[in-house]
C-alpha cells in the first residue's frame, strides 16, 4: 500500500527524451521482436537483413497493487516505416477485459488503432501533443508513428489489468494504418 509519508510513490519524474521514469524499468522493442506484426512480410525481412533497429520503448511504474491502484506506462516510439505500414506497437487487449485506458499525447504525430475484440469495430484515432485519447474496454489497442520524430506518450491503466499478447499474436488487428500520399489511412488487412 502507498502511503503519503513516501514521497518516491507519490512523485516520479519522466524524460520524454530519453523515454525514461526515474530508475523504472523500461523495455526495449526492436525490428525483431515485431515478428508477424506488420503486413508486409517481404518488406520487414528484408529491413531486418539490413538491421535491427529500435522501434520503441516503454519505462513502467507498476508499484502499486491494491484493487483501485493505477500503474502507468511512458511510451517512445521511433519514427520508420515496413512497407507502407508505420512503425508501431505489438498491441494487445487487457487480460482484464473491462479495464480502459488513457492514453496522453507528449509530443510527435502518431495514431492509435482501436478495435473491438468481437464485432467488426476498427477505429483509428489520432495521437499527439495535447490530445487525450480514451481506450474504452474490450478493446484490442495499438500505436504507431505517423510522424517524423518520436512520437510520446503516457498510457495510465488500472493496476489490474494485464497485459494480453497472446490474442494479437494469433490473429494480429484486422486493420492496419498505412501511409498513403504522405497521411495516416486506415485500411483492412486483406
Ligand atoms: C499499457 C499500454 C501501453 C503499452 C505501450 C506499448 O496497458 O497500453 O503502455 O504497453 O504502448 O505497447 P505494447 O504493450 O502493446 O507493446
Ligand atoms: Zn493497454
Known amino acids: 500500500m502507498s502511503s503519503l509519508h513516501d514521497v518516491s510513490q507519490l512523485l516520479s519524474k519522466f524524460d520524454p527524451r530519453t523515454g525514461t521514469i526515474d530508475d523504472k524499468p523500461r523495455v526495449e522493442r526492436r525490428l525483431v521482436d515485431l515478428r508477424g506484426c506488420f503486413r508486409d512480410t517481404q518488406a520487414y525481412e528484408s529491413a531486418l537483413a539490413r538491421g535491427n533497429p529500435l522501434v520503441y520503448t516503454v519505462a513502467s511504474v507498476e508499484a502499486a497493487h491494491g484493487e483501485g491502484d493505477l500503474h502507468y506506462g511512458l511510451g517512445v516510439i521511433h519514427p520508420g516505416t ?18 480502459a485506458e488513457l492514453y496522453i499525447g507528449l509530443a510527435g504525430e502518431g495514431a492509435m488503432l482501436l478495435e473491438e475484440e468481437t464485432g467488426g469495430g476498427s477505429r483509428m484515432v489520432r495521437l499527439h501533443a495535447n490530445a487525450v485519447v480514451y481506450v474504452p474496454g474490450n478493446t484490442a489497442h495499438r500505436t504507431v508513428n505517423t510522424g517524423d520524430e518520436p512520437l510520446v506518450y503516457l498510457g495510465v491503466y488500472p493496476a489490474r489489468a494485464g497485459h494480453d499478447y497472446g490474442v494479437i499474436a494469433q490473429r494480429n488487428f484486422r486493420s492496419v494504418v498505412v501511409k498513403r500520399d504522405g497521411q495516416p489511412a486506415l485500411i483492412a488487412r486483406e
Open 82 to 99: 515496413i512497407g507502407d505500414e508505420y512503425f508501431l506497437t505489438k498491441g494487445h487487449m487487457h487480460t482484464w477485459r473491462d479495464a
